[in-house]
């Protein structure tokens, strides 16, 4: 939840036609006020108020002030798709928006690390660094410059209404993530902001055909998967379809560590639910596929991500919960592949069959 609900406030409708026409005769003053009284009747609006609310206050981004409180005014309209907006009509202005800041935080560490000593490390995104001599070791206009501060103090502030539209609509992530995947892993590359949740929803794999190989008794399947987020919830899942299918030997997970894995229902708060390890997940060149890691790590071989399962190397169990509590995964068997197929499938890896 971005914002916790108050007590009742103003007509949210009437405050945001004053936002808008705000924002429209770019009055700064008066869009201060009306920004902070929209933010107030969000706040105890209701879910039904949201609905129509979430695509206005998105549709208000690009003519926002760049240097003014831009992820905020994001936030809003995430919260808003939290309690029902449709998160396809907010999407483009949140995530190109958040696109935006990622490639100006990204050049805010080029024009510090040149304009520095080689090795000097980054600044930390506090906007306490923004002065008169970080302006002057930026360069350029001065405009331009505190945009590009802002990016790099506020990067982190776009990831809740990014995620907001991007967990609740394969659609928006078809349609943009792999714009805004390279930005943010490189951003994250640095070790300054912490984008780990949005990295790994621009990574998320829908209607993904992956070839699994099953080393142990050598057959193979095809499997389809979609919103998984985390290679630990696709583990499960190959578990509960291949094992719990009868296809291979081992243990099934169990029935709450599948439905917490596949459960269209957001899920709610922690649960104490343990999912144990069936396989070692490998690459076909025998690299371990981490659990920690993402469904996207898997390669491409001709055509198909492809994924070997082997004997766990030791017993290993952990929380069954999924990375993304609004996000349900699924892995679907879609066609058992012939002892040829396999065969051919494992000429590509650094096993025989």
Partial sequence: MIFRRKQKAADLAAVMSELEQAVAARDGGRTERAFNAAMSGLQSATGTECVPVGPRLAALL???????????????????????????????????????????????????????????ELPGADEKIIDDALMARLGGEALEALRLALAWCSVEQ?????????????????????????????LAALKRHDLKCLA????ILDDEPLVVLHRPTGTGFEVRIGGIGDNFQLHTLLAHVLVGGGHVPGTAPSAESVRLATDPEPAQGRTGAVATGAFELLAPDGERIWNEGLPDDIPVVEGRRLLVLDEPMYPRSWNADRFFPMLPGTAELTRVLSADEVQTWFTYTCWTS
């Fill in 200 to 203: 790994y929803a621009l990574a």
């Fill in 62 to 120: 690009p003519a926002f002030p760049p240097t003014g409180p831009r992820p905020m005014l994001a936030t809003m309209a995430g919260f808003c798709v939290e309690r029902g907006a449709d998160p396809a009509a907010c999407a483009e202005p949140v995530l190109d928006g958040t696109h935006r800041d990622l490639l100006d935080a990204l050049e805010f560490a080029r024009r510090w690390a040149a304009a520095g000593d080689a090795g000097e």
């Fill in 158 to 186: 776009w990831q809740p209404p990014a995620l907001a539209v991007l967990c609740r609509s394969a659609e928006v992530r078809r349609r943009h993530a792999s714009a805004l995947l390279p930005a943010c892993r490189d």
